[in-house]
C-alpha cells in the first residue's frame, strides 16, 4: 500500500515540520532584520543630537542672560582726580573705621544698662545681631546675660561703658579697652572700672534683606573674652 505525504510530522522522521517556520523566519529576518536594526539605530542617533541640540541651545541662552557689564566704584578727591577705584560686584574687606566703631558699640550694648526697658531691649537685640550664632559667642553672651540680667540690675543700678580704644592684634582679633562708670537709680556715683576684651571676628557679607537692616557689613564676633585691669 503507497501513501502520500501530506507535510504533517511523521513519527521517527529525521526533519520536522517546525523546520519550516524556523527557515521562513531566518529568510525573513535575512531579509528585513537589517532595514529594522538600521531604523532602530537612526532613531537613536536623531534622538541624541536632538538632546545635544537642545542643552546647546539652553546654555547659549544661559550665557546670553548673563550680565557683561562689570560695575566699578570709582573714589575721587575734593578736585574730582581718581584716588582709588573697586569692582561694585566684589565684596571687599570690611574697613577697619567701620569694624572699630562696631565692636565699640558692641561692648556698649552688651554692657550697658538702662532704666529704660525698651532702650535695654534693643541694645540686646542688636548685640546679638552682631554675634555668630555658630562660634562660642553665642553661648558666651548666653551665659552672661543669665548671670547679669541687665532688666533685673536696672532694679538697684545703672552702668554706663565707655570705649577708650579698640586696637587690632593679629589676623582677625581685636582688643577693646573701656571704663564702665556704675552709679545708683538716683545718679550717686557707686564705682569706676578699667576693663579689657579680646574679640575673634569674621566677616559674612550679608545676602538678604533681613540680614542687611540687622547687620549691613556682615561683621560678626566668633568668641570674646574679658576681664577687669587692676
Same mark, same amino acid.
Given at each position: 500500500?503507497?501513501?502520500?505525504?501530506?507535510?504533517?510530522?511523521?513519527?521517527?522522521?529525521?526533519?520536522?515540520?517546525e523546520?519550516?517556520?524556523?527557515?521562513?523566519?531566518?529568510?525573513?529576518?535575512?531579509?528585513?532584520?537589517?532595514?529594522?536594526?538600521?531604523?532602530r539605530s537612526?532613531?537613536?542617533? $536623531?534622538?541624541?543630537?536632538?538632546?545635544?541640540? $537642545?542643552?546647546?541651545?539652553?546654555?547659549?541662552? %544661559?550665557?546670553?542672560?548673563?550680565?557683561?557689564?562689570?560695575?566699578?566704584?570709582?573714589?575721587?578727591?575734593r578736585?574730582?582726580d581718581?584716588?582709588?577705584?573697586?569692582?561694585?560686584?566684589v565684596?571687599?574687606?570690611?574697613?577697619?573705621?567701620?569694624?572699630?566703631?562696631? /565692636?565699640?558699640r558692641?561692648?556698649?550694648?552688651?554692657? $550697658?544698662?538702662?532704666?529704660d526697658v525698651?532702650?535695654?531691649?534693643?541694645?540686646?537685640?542688636?548685640?546679638? $545681631?552682631?554675634?555668630?550664632?555658630?562660634?562660642?559667642?553665642?553661648?558666651?553672651?548666653?551665659?552672661?546675660?543669665?548671670?547679669?540680667?541687665p532688666?533685673t540690675?536696672a532694679?538697684?543700678?545703672?552702668?554706663?561703658?565707655s570705649?577708650?580704644?579698640?586696637?587690632?592684634?593679629a589676623?582677625?582679633? %581685636?582688643?577693646?579697652? %573701656?571704663?564702665?562708670?556704675?552709679?545708683?537709680?538716683?545718679?550717686a /556715683?557707686?564705682?569706676?572700672?578699667?576693663?579689657?576684651?579680646?574679640?575673634?571676628?569674621?566677616?559674612h557679607?550679608?545676602?538678604?534683606?533681613?540680614?542687611?537692616?540687622?547687620?549691613?557689613?556682615?561683621?560678626?564676633?566668633?568668641?570674646?573674652?574679658w576681664?577687669?585691669?587692676?
Amino acid at each position: 500500500m503507497n501513501f502520500v505525504s501530506t507535510g504533517t510530522k511523521i513519527a521517527g522522521s529525521a526533519e520536522p515540520t517546525e523546520n519550516v517556520y524556523l527557515n521562513a523566519r531566518r529568510e525573513w529576518n535575512e531579509r528585513y532584520g537589517d532595514y529594522i536594526a538600521q531604523a532602530r539605530s537612526w532613531r537613536l542617533v $536623531a534622538m541624541g543630537s536632538v538632546t545635544v541640540a $537642545a542643552l546647546a541651545v539652553a546654555g547659549m541662552t %544661559w550665557i546670553a542672560s548673563q550680565s557683561r557689564i562689570v560695575p566699578y566704584v570709582v573714589q575721587t578727591d575734593r578736585l574730582g582726580d581718581a584716588v582709588a577705584v573697586r569692582r561694585a560686584d566684589v565684596a571687599v574687606d570690611a574697613d577697619p573705621r567701620i569694624i572699630r566703631a562696631q /565692636l565699640a558699640r558692641w561692648i556698649e550694648d552688651v554692657r $550697658a544698662v538702662y532704666s529704660d526697658v525698651a532702650a535695654q531691649r534693643q541694645v540686646v537685640t542688636e548685640a546679638y $545681631a552682631l554675634v555668630n550664632r555658630n562660634g562660642p559667642a553665642a553661648q558666651q553672651l548666653n551665659d552672661w546675660f543669665a548671670a547679669h540680667d541687665p532688666f533685673t540690675r536696672a532694679r538697684l543700678d545703672l552702668v554706663n561703658p565707655s570705649v577708650q580704644s579698640v586696637l587690632p592684634l593679629a589676623g582677625h582679633t %581685636w582688643r577693646v579697652e %573701656w571704663m564702665e562708670t556704675t552709679r545708683s537709680r538716683e545718679g550717686a /556715683l557707686e564705682k569706676k572700672a578699667y576693663w579689657d576684651a579680646t574679640l575673634t571676628i569674621s566677616v559674612h557679607p550679608p545676602t538678604d534683606d533681613a540680614t542687611i537692616l540687622r547687620n549691613p557689613t556682615g561683621l560678626y564676633i566668633d568668641s570674646f573674652n574679658w576681664s577687669e585691669r587692676q
